[in-house]
């Protein structure tokens, strides 16, 4: 090969290497974010408090950050959202989710479906974590201090989780169809970042007040202004939990 063809195949070849990564640049660059805020009105839920141990458990129960956190902020905190669109991958994680001053810490968690949530039992007494909800019912016995359960979730939901031997322990798993999804902040605030441009439903759900939904057109700028009004009636506070 002559020397004027090795350095035109040397050009070929450079000039293919970028045009890739131009592309990958390209691609990496049409996500934006789509950033919203939710508002709660009307009376609100208060955070669910477990009582004095009875016999079967003599410890001591720690209010913890929920139930000195304002109402407004705990019950904005407690809002998912999340998209729905076809071509929506899904990422599995890793969760968990405490048993810790007879509580579950955290009392929400959102997955993408695939993900497995764990269940570590950090008290000194016995628990029994289970869920009868349909997207995913579950049993996990009784286990002590330092031991832990593993639960898959692979398909899309809301999952109740409760304790057999504390009923008052109460918590929920959000499994969302895809990796779009998050939790508002205490300010009411969210962001699902790297949205593809596409036309998409957006869902917000509170345990008590259900599921709001949206029509949204996303750009490669990215969508902001997007608003959920929640309203929350204390002639339901506590039925999200009942009867799942």
């Given amino acids: 090969m002559t020397s004027y063809a090795r350095k035109g195949c040397f050009v070929f070849l450079l000039l293919g290497a ?30 669910r408090v477990t009582p004095s141990a009875d016999e079967y458990g003599r410890t001591a ?11 407004l902020a705990y019950e904005r905190s407690h809002v998912v959202i999340y998209l729905e669109g076809e071509k929506l991958e899904s990422r ?12 579950f810490v955290p009392d929400l968690v ?28 579950f049993d996990l016995g009784n286990y002590s201090k330092n031991q832990t359960r593993f639960v ?25 169809p895809n990796r779009w999804s998050t939790k508002a902040d205490d300010a009411g605030k969210f962001v699902l970042p790297q949205v593809p441009p596409g036309k998409y439903t957006i869902v917000a759900w509170h345990k008590t007040a259900g599921y709001f939904r949206q029509e949204i057109q996303v750009t490669e700028k990215g969508r902001s202004g997007v608003e959920f009004l929640i309203p929350v009636d204390e002639s339901a506070i506590g039925k999200g939990m009942a009867g799942q």
């Fill in 152 to 176: 898959t979730f692979s398909k899309a939901g809301v999952v109740f989780v409760n304790c057999h031997l504390h009923p008052n322990m109460s918590a929920a798993i959000v499994v969302t």
């Fill in 110 to 137: 959102v997955i993408p479906a695939g993900s497995t949530v764990s269940f570590p039992n950090l008290d000194e007494i016995f628990h029994n974590v289970f869920s009868l909800s349909k997207p995913r019912s």
């Fill in 92 to 103: 599995a994680i890793t969760a968990t989710m405490e048993q810790k001053n007879r509580r």
């Fill in 61 to 71: 129960v720690e209010l913890g950050a929920d139930a000195t956190k304002d109402p």
């Fill in 18 to 47: 970028m045009c890739a990564l131009a592309a990958d640049g390209a691609v990496a660059g049409d996500a934006g974010s789509v950033e919203g805020i939710i508002t709660v009105k009307k009376k609100l839920t208060k955070p």
